[in-house]
């Protein structure tokens, strides 16, 4: 009998192994939004916070002696979630505001009245260092807690060149192991010294913050918000292309509230991601799939504001948009960190799969931020990050809703308790 190889950790007994693992390398679109690549009766391999090998329990039995094992007792495992837009950092909370919307007032009329965005700039600029980060480690734990291994983190409460450092450099301090992408987002909205000058405030973006931003490497991306009221197509285009040619990567909030341009720029820019797209346009979606922007699609943001409407999930699909789902997790419009819940608004609302909303939070996520050849599927060398869920067929895990099924959560190769 040929001898055993040691691993660090062997994950066994999943009744599949789901490891979007296969096809040509980049996101999985059209018909392969659903390709979950499975292997029955799967194993995973881990040895130095990388996988190893993925193969059926018995084989790998057989191939290795590991020093620890995680028994996956006919659960599934799925790759480590990828959540690609969230605004984790902030302070206070906006439970008030949220109230008033459930007795009918609308976002833009809580915006008008001093709330929305401004309020949490106010909050965000008065708390404390280390307020800002106790509320976002919490966030962070949870979010590993329900299977985030890995997450983007917007600035954007600052809303000026000290501020939006300051958020920048908090984030860089969430992590030290590469598992938060910093996003630059100064654009989130017109800062109140600044109201009624927003041509002003985008040239600070552009000549102050952007410089600077990349001079101390804080940020992977710059992401605007692209909406009436907000950032115009023109501005977002200005404040991007300098974001690009400081060497960001992209990122734009696209037609949410109203169509305007968002989809068409993110494609003519060649931006990584374009995200919520309810308004996009169906010459939007055409010029997305022909540039390969990734649809970053937030269900969660719909339900928490209230609306009947969600992202046109299935005509990008068949337009052979890549299709990704974030929590957009954030203060104002979706205050949650479980990406297992936005996979469940996105198979009612977004008309998906489960197995479409797997490659969703995994390797289309992962590619959206430019890491699909580091995390989001199972794959010998890729970082061992990965969930066993508590139930053995993975369309359970969107129609039992509301709960955490992550059972056991390994990250970097260790189990996560
Ligand atoms: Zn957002």
């Not at 203060?331 to 797997?358: F, I, K, R, Y």
Request: aromatic share 6%; proline share 5%.
């Amino acid at each position: 009998m040929t001898r055993r190889a040691p691993c660090d950790l062997l994950v066994h007994s999943a009744s599949e192994v789901f490891t979007a693992a296969g096809g040509p390398a980049g996101p999985l679109w059209g018909r392969d939004q659903g390709r979950t690549f499975p292997v029955r009766d799967g194993a995973v391999a881990c040895t130095g916070g990388r996988i190893a090998a993925v193969g059926p329990t018995s084989t790998l039995r057989r191939r290795y002696a590991p020093q620890a094992e995680v028994d996956a007792a006919g659960g599934c495992v799925i790759p480590g979630l990828v959540d690609a837009h969230t605004h984790l950092c902030f302070a206070g909370d906006r439970a008030r505001e949220f109230e008033r919307r459930c007795l009918g007032a609308t976002y833009q009329e809580i915006a008008a009245a001093g709330g929305g965005i401004l309020s949490s700039v106010h909050a965000f600029r008065d708390a404390s260092d280390r307020q800002v980060l106790a509320g976002m480690r919490a966030l962070r734990r949870s979010a590993l807690l329900h299977g985030t291994t890995t997450m983007e983190v917007k600035s954007g409460y600052g809303l000026s060149a000290e501020q939006e450092i300051r958020a920048l450099d908090l984030i860089r301090r969430l992590d030290d192991r590469g598992d938060v992408v910093p996003t630059f987002l100064g654009a989130h909205a017109v800062p109140p010294e600044f109201q009624g000058r927003t041509a002003a405030y985008v040239k600070s973006v552009c000549e102050e913050m952007i410089p600077e931003v990349a001079r101390r490497g804080l940020a992977r991306f710059c992401d605007v918000f692209c909406e009436k009221k907000y950032f115009d197509a023109a501005q977002s285009r200005t404040i991007l292309e300098a974001a690009k040619a400081h060497g960001l990567g992209l990122r734009i909030h696209a037609d949410e509230l109203s169509s305007c341009g968002g989809a068409e720029l993110a494609a003519d820019l060649g931006c990584a991601s374009a995200d919520h797209l309810l308004e996009v346009s169906e010459a939007g979606i055409r010029e997305m799939s022909r540039a390969g922007v990734i649809a970053v699609l937030l269900p969660a943001t719909s339900y928490f504001l209230g609306m009947r409407k969600f992202a046109p999930a299935r005509r990008m699909i068949e337009s052979g948009v890549p299709i990704a789902i974030a929590t957009d997790c954030n203060p104002g419009s979706s205050m949650t960190e479980n990406l297992q819940q936005a996979m469940a608004m996105g198979c009612v609302g977004l008309h998906l799969t489960a197995a479409e909303a797997l490659v969703a939070a995994t390797r289309n996520a992962a590619w959206s931020l430019g890491m699909g050849p580091e995390v989001g599927s199972l794959a010998p060398g890729m970082r061992a990050d990965l969930v066993v869920l508590d139930v053995p067929d993975l369309r359970l895990l969107p129609y039992h809703h509301g709960v955490n099924h992550a059972a056991v959560v390994v990250h970097h190769g260790e189990v996560v308790g």
